[in-house]
């Protein structure tokens, strides 16, 4: 990544948690995110990679419920906010900066790596894919919450599912459509794709 990049989104992180989706500040779209994630872990305590985890607001949710967490963000002032808003809620997490799309991990460390809005803008979106898969401890899961949104920005459903085929053999994928997760109404193309294998 480059340092344009990490400068765009450190620039973007004072406001970055006013949009719904990203602070949770909302019970409700905290709740919607809660009860779409939570049945995904696959086991109690799970250790979780939230890769370009942002202001760390999916790795509080997770924190919360008991999974080990460990984030990481390219935008420093991104991991400086996940720090201090997990300490806050008195949630134990860990939080690095680095490039999503190579995590310093050791191979089969992870149960679940967790991205949200990340592949579409990462250079090599297929290398990272099969990088993130080396991470996963056995079979683990994989989430990928993605979209192909309004601004012409994104990667559509199609596309993304093929990306996780070529490396995992079960993938599939659910619309979110539910304006509970968004905080409005949506009309564009919204996704997670779940890879167990």
């Not at 990481?72 to 680095?98: I, N, P, Q, R, Y």
């Not at 993938?171 to 509970?180: G, N, Y």
Request: net charge negative; charged share 20%.
């Amino acid at each position: 990544m480059t340092d344009a990049m990490r400068s765009y989104w450190d620039n973007q992180a004072a406001n970055f948690d006013v949009e719904a989706d990203h602070g949770l500040a909302d019970p409700a779209v905290r709740r919607a995110w809660r009860e779409l994630l939570l049945p995904l872990m696959p086991k109690p305590g799970s250790d979780v990679a939230d890769l370009g985890c942002g202001t760390g607001s999916l790795s509080l949710l997770l924190g919360s419920a008991g999974h080990q967490v460990w984030g990481l963000d390219l935008s420093e002032k991104m991991v400086d906010m996940a720090w201090a808003k997990t300490a806050h809620a008195g949630v134990s997490a860990e939080f690095v900066v680095g490039d999503a799309s190579s995590p310093p991990r050791a191979p089969g460390s992870i149960d679940v790596v967790l991205a949200r809005h990340v592949l579409w803008a990462l250079p090599d979106p297929d290398a990272a894919v099969a990088r993130w898969t080396g991470l996963l401890r056995g079979t683990g899961t994989m989430i990928l919450i993605e979209g192909l949104w309004g601004t012409g920005a994104g990667i559509p459903a199609e596309r993304c599912l093929e990306l996780v085929r070529c490396h995992r053999k079960n993938a599939t994928v659910t619309m979110l459509t539910d304006p509970a997760l968004w905080g409005k109404e949506i009309t564009d193309e919204r996704y997670v794709i779940v890879s167990t294998s």
